[in-house]
């Protein structure tokens, strides 16, 4: 059974541009969470999709933005990229809905962005 | 809005020794309480995890406790291995919406 898979592992960008991470969840989980990790800062929640909409969004600027696919599949954006916005963007899968482990978070491995 | 609270930041233990790391929050709709472990350079993963209907859960070593009253819930692990040496994270969630809330992290280190 696959696991999470995030594209791509690492990537550097410098300031204004703009950056699109991709997750796929394992199959059969329909729902889609984003976190940005950096040292100290544990894991901030950005958002939640589920069902192609989001679900809900974490205390980050509008530059920060995703989707959902009907596969399940989802993206993040940032756009005008600054300094501060690099970390490890983890994005993690659960089944979601009344079942048994439907909460249980999978996380990918991460995308490790670096701007410059 | 909905926050997680996490003490100690750092812990250090003697191999054998007990670990005991404390959260607090905010949401009185939370109802799932789950630990995450976090290992250098590794993803997060789940340990355990418990409900609100429940009031301790062990797995062999580890146990989590939570008082739904005080809004507090912890995690114990007993006979500590350096293996343990790890960021652990704790987390809440309102099972009826979607957004897993962490805890700061506790970075363990388990002294042979």
């Known amino acids: 059974k696959a696991g999470v898979t995030q594209t791509p592992r690492y990537l550097i960008k410098t300031r204004g541009q703009q950056v699109t991470l991709s997750c796929s969840p394992i199959?059969?989980?329909?729902?889609v969470s984003w976190y940005q990790q950096t040292p100290g800062q544990g894991l901030q929640f950005l958002f939640e999709?589920?069902?192609?909409?989001?679900?809900n969004k974490g205390n980050f600027p509008g530059r920060f933005s995703g989707r959902q696919f009907s596969n399940s599949r989802s993206e993040m954006n940032v756009s005008t990229l600054e300094l501060g916005d690099s970390a490890l963007y983890l994005c993690?899968?659960?089944?979601?809905?009344?079942?048994?482990?439907?909460?249980?978070?999978?996380f990918g491995a991460g995308s490790r962005l670096t701007v410059l | 809005g909905e926050n997680v609270e996490q003490h100690p930041s750092t812990l250090s233990v003697q191999e054998g020794d007990s670990a005991v790391i404390k959260c607090t929050y905010s949401?009185?709709?939370?109802?799932?309480f789950p630990w995450y472990k976090q290992e250098l350079g590794k993803r997060p993963q789940l340990i355990i995890d418990?409900?609100?209907?429940?009031g301790e859960k062990k797995d062999q070593r580890i146990a989590v406790t939570l008082n739904k009253t005080a809004k507090h819930f912890s995690l114990h692990i007993t006979e500590t291995q350096p293996e343990d040496s790890a960021v652990y994270f704790c987390?809440?969630?309102?099972?009826?919406?979607?957004?897993?809330?962490f805890g700061a992290g506790t970075r363990l280190f388990v002294k042979a």
């Open positions: 949401d009185s709709a939370s109802n799932y």
């Open positions: 418990i409900r609100s209907n429940v």
């Open positions: 999709y589920f069902s192609e909409t989001q679900r």
């Open positions: 993690a899968s659960r089944k979601a809905g009344g079942i048994s482990g439907a909460n249980v978070l999978t």
């Open positions: 987390a809440a969630l309102n099972t009826g919406g979607f957004k897993t809330i």
């Open positions: 199959s059969g989980h329909r729902s």
